[in-house]
């Protein structure tokens, strides 16, 4: 993606943000935090539970909501467009519907968008999937499955399903256990999974599962409850992902090829209502241990490491949305050693669904509730 051009297509914006003279653009509030003020700007409002974003080269903004909509925002109001035609049907229901979406790494080229979702078959039983169509102009044109999970349940919960791609353009996509516990543990589902793909959803060949008979070959790493959060370590390229934990044992993980996260049989979660331990406990040597636990649980969803020029003391520093917590959350590190923890707008805008630094170094934010935001934090 290239860092002039979307600039270019976004100064306007910006200055008119800035000003307050944007359509619908207004500054909801100045917040002192640890290392730096901040200016929380309202860009855009009316999003329908929108779930991700992601950002197009010549500035413009693109957005998921998760009824099965996808908008186009464009500079200098950010005003939504209308739904774009060619998004695939989604079953939304409870946590299902039209969830994450990415560029391709050669976007310039190809205009490949990516689109992770929720799909129900004439069963009723729905699964996640992970699709590719080509932006043109104002449509998403020849879209088409890559990878269809084959977990397919009746449960509305636990679909995952963020998206990313790695520095040799690899495709990793995050896979909840879809309510039903013991698949996370199962090889031959792809139920509480991360699994690894080729753009074209064909397998790598040095996936770790790929030459055993027991075992799906997308699978890159498992036991894991439902992951949200996503992020590549622009240091050493490595994949951070955390995930929800039921009441408590919310994680932050490194993903290790093979390894095992321990969902449902290691966990610092417990039962709903009694609040009795699930598993046999929270440590094994056979498991990876988490970096970050939250007890209770904050309800992570969304995830970027900051590396941009306007927050300099934030560099390199995680930050995850919290849904039930209702935070923007800070977490300071030395290499994969988390060393505190600040919570930021908590209970100033919501539910916040997905956390983004974009090519101009600004944050932004979008929350999920049915008069969803986007918006965007810069420095005073």
Not at 36 to 54: D, F, I, K, Q, Y
Not at 86 to 96: I, K, L, M, N, T
Not at 146 to 164: D, I, K, M
Request: hydrophobic share 40%; with cysteine; aromatic share 8%.
């Amino acid at each position: 993606m290239d860092r002039r051009g979307f600039l270019a297509g976004l100064a306007a914006g910006v200055a008119l943000v800035r000003s307050g003279a944007a359509v619908g653009a207004r500054t909801v509030s100045v917040v002192a935090t640890e290392r730096h003020r901040l200016r929380l700007v309202e860009l855009a409002r009316g999003l329908e539970h929108p779930w991700a974003l992601a950002f197009l080269p010549d500035g413009r903004l693109l957005v998921t909501e998760r009824p099965g909509r996808l908008r186009l925002l464009e500079p200098p109001d950010l005003r939504p467009s209308p739904p774009l035609p060619g998004v695939p049907e989604v079953w939304a229901r409870g946590q299902g519907g039209l969830l994450d979406v990415a560029l391709d790494p050669d976007f310039a080229r190809n205009r490949l968008v990516y689109l992770s979702y929720a799909a129900a078959g004439a069963d009723g039983r729905a699964g996640t999937r992970v699709g590719r169509g080509v932006l043109d102009g104002g449509r998403l044109r020849d879209f088409a499955p890559v990878f269809v999970a084959n977990a397919r349940t009746t449960t509305a919960r636990h679909f995952g399903c963020r998206l990313l791609f790695d520095r040799a353009g690899r495709l990793f996509a995050t896979l909840g256990d879809r309510g039903h516990r013991a698949l996370a543990q199962d090889l031959a589902s792809h139920a509480g999974k991360v699994v690894r793909l080729w753009p074209d959803g064909s397998v790598p060949a040095d996936n770790p599962f790929v030459d055993r008979r027991d075992a799906a070959p997308e699978i890159y790493t498992y036991g894991h409850r439902n992951p949200q959060g996503m992020a590549l370590e622009p240091g050493t390229g490595e994949v951070w992902i955390h995930e929800h934990g039921p009441q408590g044992g919310d994680e932050v993980n490194v993903l290790l090829p093979g390894a095992n996260y321990g969902w449902p049989v290691i966990t610092h979660g417990r039962e709903y209502g009694t609040g009795a331990p699930i598993g046999e406990g929270t440590r094994r040597p056979d498991v990876v241990d988490p970096l970050r636990v939250w007890i209770p649980s904050i309800a992570p969803s969304g995830m970027a490491f900051y590396d941009g020029p306007l927050f300099p003391a934030w560099r390199g520093d995680l930050l995850v949305g919290a849904l039930r917590a209702r935070t923007l959350v800070r977490l300071p590190r030395r290499g994969r050693t988390l060393v505190g923890e600040e919570r930021m707008l908590t209970g100033t805008i919501g539910r916040i669904r997905d956390v983004r630094v974009g090519l101009d170094g600004a944050v932004y934010l979008l929350t999920d509730h049915r008069d969803g935001g986007l918006y965007r934090l810069e420095p005073v």
